[in-house]
């Protein structure tokens, strides 16, 4: 595979005065030096890339992302440094779908993401968008709690992805996995504050949507608004299925296990059932041991249709504040053993 760097820090002074627009300026990287000829370590300068401010922004109808790579393969973007952007500006000035996400990769396949600090996004911090392969590692993704739409990691229309010892936390999602992915691997992230890990939403407007192998193990839940996270929107039709979450860790977490049917962003965040469900199935989880900020530690809301195939076995959960928790289920079916809470409410 023929390797490209990123010339990233000798970027950083040009880039600290990129303005979004609907022309966005290009830049020659090797008019800053870079030599590209795929051996040549194009970024020993540390440095820090620094978005403009919500006032400095240029108007424009749409912009997607500040930072933006599409179809580059075998791309590397190396570490340290940090990516900041400046969002501190732009959140409550600035709505929801004009403000940008900090770093997006677009049809990138084998994508190599290491050893950044990012550091409050307008919005998302990072969104992979239709790649295939793609590493992330050794990550700190920061943004204060109540940062709206600050999520670390958004991944949709993608395969193959590792993400590993990672810190996220932000004011949203840690990691959101939506529509059109499977084989994904999250290990060793620590998440929090934040949203937790989560599937989802999936089948918003009515949409058909899938998600599959997706593999989560010994990560951390601290202090996060939840844990582990499967949310569909009623009307949508696919599949979450083939989902695990094994080994994990909680510190005083906001729900823990949660499967959510009747999300609805933004309408009271609770919706009723429709004659469609996107369809959840084949759920795992397991070693689950820590404490938990709310009563319902475990809560499986599941659609009219049902969930299959959920299990839940050796989970120790306390309370963070000395109270008795419970299980709460709605339509799951499923098995359970050596659980703390006791499940006593799954469907065979
Ligand atoms: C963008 O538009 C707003 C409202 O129309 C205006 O107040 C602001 O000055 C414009 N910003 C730039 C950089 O042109
Ligand atoms: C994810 O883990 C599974 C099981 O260990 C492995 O078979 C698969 O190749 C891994 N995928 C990625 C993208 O790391
Ligand atoms: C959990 O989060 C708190 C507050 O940010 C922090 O002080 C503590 O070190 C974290 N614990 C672990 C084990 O990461
Ligand atoms: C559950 O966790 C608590 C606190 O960490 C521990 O004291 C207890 O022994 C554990 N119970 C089981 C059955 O593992």
């Given at each position: 595979m023929e390797k490209v760097v990123a010339m990233f820090f000798m970027l950083s002074i040009s880039l600290a005065y990129l303005a979004i627009g609907n022309a966005q300026p290009t830049f020659d990287v090797g008019k800053f030096?870079?030599?590209?000829?795929?051996?040549?370590?194009?970024?020993p300068v540390m440095g820090k890339i620094l978005a403009p401010s919500a006032n400095a922004r240029r108007n424009s109808t749409s912009l997607d992302c500040w930072l933006c790579f599409k179809?580059?393969?075998?791309?590397i973007v190396d570490g340290p440094g940090q990516i900041d952007g400046n969002g501190e500006t732009w959140w409550t000035k600035v709505p929801k779908n004009e403000r940008p996400t900090a770093l997006h990769f677009h049809l990138c396949n084998n994508l190599i993401l290491s050893g950044l600090t990012h550091l409050?996004?307008?919005?998302?911090h990072i969104t992979i968008h239709s790649c295939s392969g793609v590493s992330i590692s050794n990550l700190h993704i920061i943004a204060p709690s109540?940062?709206?739409?600050?999520?670390g990691i958004d991944i949709s229309l993608s395969t193959q992805l590792l993400i590993s010892n990672t810190f996220i936390g932000t004011g949203d999602d840690c990691i959101a996995i939506k529509g059109g992915t499977s084989n994904i691997n999250i290990t060793r992230v620590t998440c929090g504050p934040g949203h937790g890990i989560s599937i989802g939403s999936l089948g918003e407007d009515g949409s058909n949507q899938i998600v599959e192998q997706v593999y989560v193990t010994g990560c951390t839940f601290n202090?996060?608004?939840?844990g582990a996270r499967i949310k569909t929107t009623p009307g949508g039709t696919g599949f979450a299925r083939g989902v695990s979450f094994e080994g994990i860790t909680l510190i005083a977490s906001g729900n823990p296990i949660v499967i959510d049917q009747h999300y609805c962003n933004g309408r009271d965040h609770h919706c009723q059932d429709q004659e469609k469900a996107v369809a959840i199935s084949g759920v795992t989880f397991s070693g689950f041991q820590g404490t938990s900020a709310?009563?319902?530690?475990?809560?499986?809301?599941?659609?009219?249709q049902g969930c299959r195939g959920i299990t839940i076995n050796n989970v120790n959960i306390s309370s963070s504040v000395g109270q008795d928790l419970r299980a709460v289920c709605n339509n799951a079916h499923g098995t359970t053993a050596s659980t703390v809470p006791v499940v006593s409410c799954l469907l065979s």
């Open positions: 030096g870079a030599v590209g000829d795929g051996k040549t370590n194009d970024s179809r580059v393969d075998g791309l409050n996004s307008q919005k998302n109540d940062s709206p739409n600050t999520d202090g996060s608004d939840n709310v009563v319902e530690a475990i809560n499986l809301d599941c659609s009219k």
